[in-house]
T-cell receptor
Framework: KQEVTQIPAALSVPEGENLVLNCSFT??????LQWFRQDPGKGLTSLLL?????REQTSGRLNASLDKSSGRSTLYIAASQPGDSATYLC????????????FGDGTTLTVKP | DGGITQSPKYLFRKEGQNVTLSCEQN?????MYWYRQDPGQGLRLIYY???????QKGDIAEGYSVSREKKESFPLTVTSAQKNPTAFYLC??????????????FGQGTRLTVV
């Protein structure tokens, strides 16, 4: 059974700092890995999707990497801003088990002005 | 605008009642999903549907039911058999549930509270 772990559970940084969020998974048989942002009481907003054949994806100040062999992904946020404060979730979609996604519990990020 | 619409945003249910949460998408996606989220936790899959008139149980299907009579609609019924229904419910869709076209898009959620 796929298990997804996100460490740390919470992170607080000063504005302008670069930071890395971590996601690890136990089964490397995946279609893709997707990073989401969730604001309090809201749905999930897709940030980046990395296919299993890719190593990284970039969007603006965000860069996500995937190392399938070690079961790890990182989300790098450059020059953090208070508006980046949210919970970040990663989801792994397996290519077995009917292609279902497994979510981590998320990392809650606070960027202080 | 294309997207996923969940309604209502807030829902209150009395003990023993069934309630239905609505999820509509105009993205022409084949696959749709229902997730439950409890405070401080990730999402757990309740049901998913790969195509019209087909759906499968997820990891926590007990006490829930769904239908998929139309491509754009995937309503979730929370029955009285669900012992702890208070949670945040999220609906999602993707072009497919396998392969490269599986990027998931989410609605804004429905918060269900049992009173």
């Amino acid at each position: 059974k796929q298990e997804v772990t996100q460490i740390p559970a919470a992170l607080s940084v000063p504005e302008g700092e670069n930071l890395v969020l971590n996601c690890s998974f136990t089964d490397s048989a995946i279609y893709n890995l997707q990073w989401f942002r969730q604001d309090p009481g809201k749905g999930l907003t897709s940030l980046l999707l990395i296919q299993s054949s890719q190593r990284e994806q970039t969007s603006g100040r965000l860069n996500a990497s995937l190392d399938k062999s070690s079961g790890r992904s990182t989300l790098y946020i450059a020059a953090s801003q208070p508006g980046d404060s949210a919970t970040y979730l990663c989801a792994v979609r397996g290519n077995t088990n009917a292609g279902k996604s497994t979510f981590g519990d998320g990392t809650t990020l606070t960027v202080k002005p | 605008d294309g997207g996923i619409t969940q309604s209502p945003k807030y829902l209150f249910r009395k003990e023993g009642q069934n309630v239905t949460l609505s999820c509509e998408q105009n993205l022409n996606h084949d696959a749709m999903y229902w997730y439950r989220q409890d405070p401080g936790q990730g999402l757990r899959l309740i049901y998913y549907s790969q195509i019209v008139n087909d759906f499968q149980k997820g990891d926590i299907a007990e006490g829930y039911s769904v239908s998929r009579e139309k491509k754009e609609s995937f309503p979730l019924t929370v029955t009285s058999a669900q012992k702890n229904p208070t949670a945040f419910y999220l609906c999602a869709s993707s072009i497919s549930n396998r392969g490269v076209n599986t990027e998931a898009f989410f609605g804004q959620g429905t918060r269900l509270t049992v009173v």
